[in-house]
């Protein structure tokens, strides 16, 4: 069992399925926010302060990739993990999501198994990253 520590983890997605992720989230003890625009994912990073970000790619509006590359050329929020959701016919847009600077993906239909895996690990080692930074300053 992975300590969850009550991490928060903003969906920016207008899927169907997003209530559902969000209760799984919910329920592995992770506190989940969504929206589905740019413009309120901008203010509820700023306000809600998540952890980790998971950006839908398909949707124009949003723009997943411009968001996730703004998120890590800034200081501020360049430590937010960001993991992308992909749908499975649009697999050839995992490239740029990559060198948008995005942490890792998960495709479409979503694998509950997986996400929970991807999803722990890179907060695990979020975690560990800032237990370093506290003991060599």
């Known amino acids: 069992v992975i300590m969850t520590q009550g991490e928060r983890v903003l969906l920016v997605d207008e899927s169907s399925d997003t209530l559902a992720l969000k209760a799984v989230l919910a329920?592995?003890?992770?506190?989940?926010?969504?929206?589905?625009?740019?413009?309120?994912?901008?203010?509820?990073?700023?306000?809600?302060e998540p952890t980790m970000v998971m950006l839908?790619?398909?949707?124009?509006?949003?723009?997943?990739?411009g968001l996730c590359r703004d998120l890590k050329a800034d200081v501020a929020t360049d430590n937010i993990k960001v993991i992308m959701v992909v749908p499975e016919q649009e697999r050839a847009t995992i490239g740029k999501a990559m060198a948008a600077g995005c942490d890792d993906y998960v495709t479409r239909p979503i694998d509950r198994e997986d996400l929970?895996?991807?999803?722990?690990?890179?907060?695990?080692?979020?975690?560990?990253?800032?237990?370093?930074?506290?003991?060599?300053?």
């Open 27 to 48: 329920a592995e003890g992770y506190q989940v926010d969504s929206c589905a625009l740019r413009f309120e994912a901008e203010r509820m990073i700023e306000s809600f």
């Open 56 to 65: 839908g790619m398909g949707n124009p509006r949003l723009d997943a990739v």
């Open 116 to 137: 929970m895996v991807r999803v722990d690990e890179l907060l695990r080692f979020a975690r560990l990253r800032d237990v370093l930074r506290q003991g060599v300053v």
